[in-house]
């Protein structure tokens, strides 16, 4: 069910991140309310984003003989700036990579996506550091309403995801609206993750469920889960 009345502590989150389209539509749309995604700010923010997502995901250093790998991680990594919200020291995703605003995903430091993320991001998405994603995972913080009518409106909500620092999603998981998954945890491939997954699990399956435990290792300080 979409929220009431706007979220002060997921507006006080976005104002901390860069590329953000402010309006009044889009502080509802991350709060949870019901949303009208097309007006003019939120539309020329996604314009700007898919604009983006063509370049990252065609940009290659051709015309540069002393280009090697090295250079094109670097040359991404800064690329990542242009578009999400924050991103940490040497984070990297391959290309394809698909995303709706970018400015609501905050990744922490050595973040690494493999070939077609995508991240549906109209509700704010925060991936902890050393977190690794598999090919083909999709992280969706966008919903709908189950009765028909407030889609005939064309509105919709959204609800956050995060995902704590030290976790490996296997290759073609689903990460759905509103899941907190903890840290050190590992979500098994193609699973569908529709609940929140506590610290050091390994869960797997469609709904993901934890079958087993792992060894607590000792935090690193670093961006902390938000």
Not at 22 to 45: N, Q
Not at 96 to 120: H, M, Q
Not at 152 to 162: A, F, H, I, L
Request: proline share 6%.
């Amino acid at each position: 069910m979409a929220a009431s009345e706007k979220n002060a502590a997921e507006i006080q989150k976005a104002k901390q991140l860069a590329h953000v389209p402010w309006c009044d539509e889009y502080e509802k749309m991350i709060s949870g309310m019901l949303y009208d995604s097309f007006v003019p700010k939120l539309e020329a923010s996604r314009f700007k984003a898919r604009a983006w997502c063509h370049k990252y995901n065609n940009w290659f250093p051709h015309d540069d003989p002393k280009a090697d790998f090295q250079h094109l991680i670097q040359a991404r990594s800064e690329m990542l700036k242009d578009i999400l919200g924050s991103v940490g020291a040497e984070s990297f995703i391959e290309p394809p990579f698909t995303v709706d605003y970018g400015c609501n995903i905050k990744v922490g430091e050595r973040f690494y996506a493999n070939f077609n993320c995508c991240i549906l991001d109209c509700g704010l998405v925060v991936i902890g550091d050393r977190t690794m994603l598999g090919p083909g995972v999709g992280i969706y913080a966008a919903t709908h309403e189950v009765e028909v009518q407030s889609r005939r409106d064309n509105v919709e909500y959204t609800r956050p995801v995060r995902i704590g620092a030290d976790c490996w999603i296997g290759a073609n998981a689903v990460i759905l609206p509103g899941v907190t998954i903890g840290k050190g945890c590992t979500i098994g491939a193609s699973s569908v993750v529709t609940r929140d997954i506590p610290d050091w699990s390994v869960a797997m399956g469609s709904p993901a469920k934890v079958v087993k435990k792992v060894t607590p290792v000792e935090d690193i300080p670093a961006q902390a889960l938000s």
